[in-house]
């Protein structure tokens, strides 16, 4: 395989739909025969990347590509930016509303578990514009 290509919009504020992408994701590795414990990590960063998203930043778009050693996530969203990257990679640090807290999301484990899930992750974010997220999870 030389590099397979996808693009998926995650639209803000539908909880209902948040995972699908990841869920989409998760089929198209286990169609090209990725180790499901693979697939299982690039899926729960992703997955915590959507909620994020919806959470905070109206949606956003998601670009992945798949190559022969590696699976590589762009997440880039026109939210409010993230204002101190280090402190919102804190566990437990959350700026989620009560609404969302009600709903079961904002416990403030969504970036340290991108992190966690992959074997590469920079954010780039700029108050007022918007946030990049870059992710690679090794295959071999």
Do not use: C, W
């Not at 539908?14 to 699908?20: I, L, Q, V």
């Not at 729960?44 to 905070?56: C, F, L, R």
């Amino acid at each position: 395989m030389d590099s397979f290509k996808v693009q998926y919009k995650v639209d803000g504020e539908d909880f209902a739909a948040a995972g699908e992408a990841s869920r989409k994701l998760k089929k198209v590795m286990q169609s090209l025969g990725i180790d499901p414990k693979i697939s299982r990590k690039v899926a729960v960063a992703m997955y915590e990347g959507e909620i994020n998203m919806v959470i905070h930043a109206d949606g956003g778009v998601i670009d992945v590509e798949i190559t022969h050693d590696k699976i590589h996530l762009f997440l880039r969203d026109k939210g409010p930016g993230i204002p101190d990257i280090p402190l919102a990679m804190t566990e437990g640090y959350s700026t989620a509303t009560d609404n969302v807290r009600e709903l079961g999301f904002g416990a403030g484990m969504g970036l340290p578990n991108m992190d966690k899930y992959t074997d590469y992750m920079k954010i780039t974010s700029e108050v007022g514009v918007g946030t990049t997220i870059e992710m690679i999870v090794n295959i071999q």
